[in-house]
């Protein structure tokens, strides 16, 4: 049985480095354009053609928040799956504490999942960069400003429920400022 449970700990960790390098990898290839380009666009700002096909301005700023609030939410995932292993290993086999610790972690692997594929499939039918935190019982949903309009609220309501089947009234959606 120790055996059993080493072999869980390293694939628990393995997960863990895995996600890691996932939101490092996607933080380094969605990094700003900071160089004027033809068009005139000044110095730190991208083009964002929203929805409606007017182009507007998103500075750089808006970028490094979606950057840093992925890579400040890895790192929380990782301090708390870390803290959940080691009491888990530090209690007994059978013991409480070890079942709630191992419950712990089966349900933050299931919202770390979930935040994942609806950031996925949000930015797939957007266009633009977001940031979704699953809670307890609620959902929150950051997107790119300009982003936000009554369709995509409807667009992201129907990804949420459909990714994670919370109801519309423990939802919330924001775009950023």
Not at 10 to 32: K, Q, R
Not at 78 to 98: I, K, P, R
Not at 107 to 120: C, R
Request: net charge negative; charged share 20%.
């Amino acid at each position: 049985m120790h055996v059993l449970l080493e072999k869980r700990q390293l694939i628990l960790a393995g997960l863990v480095v895995m996600l890691g390098l996932a939101v490092f990898v996607n933080w380094y290839y969605t990094g700003t354009k900071t160089a004027a380009d033809p068009e005139g666009t000044a110095a730190g700002q991208e083009i964002d053609e929203s929805v409606d096909g007017a182009a507007r301005y998103a500075s750089a700023e808006e970028a490094d928040y979606f950057a840093a609030a992925k890579l400040n939410r890895a790192a929380a995932h990782s301090e708390a799956m870390e803290q959940l292993e080691a009491a888990a290993a530090g209690a007994g086999e059978n013991s409480e504490t070890a079942n709630k610790a191992r419950a712990s972690i089966d349900a933050l692997s299931t919202a770390v999942k979930q935040e994942s594929d609806m950031e996925t499939l949000i930015t797939a039918a957007l266009g633009g960069d977001c940031v979704a935190v699953v809670a307890d019982n609620s959902v929150d949903v950051v997107v790119s400003s300009g982003r936000l309009n009554d369709d995509a609220v409807l667009q992201i309501n129907d990804i949420i429920r459909k990714v994670c089947g919370t109801q519309y009234e423990n939802v919330r959606i924001s775009a950023a400022n």
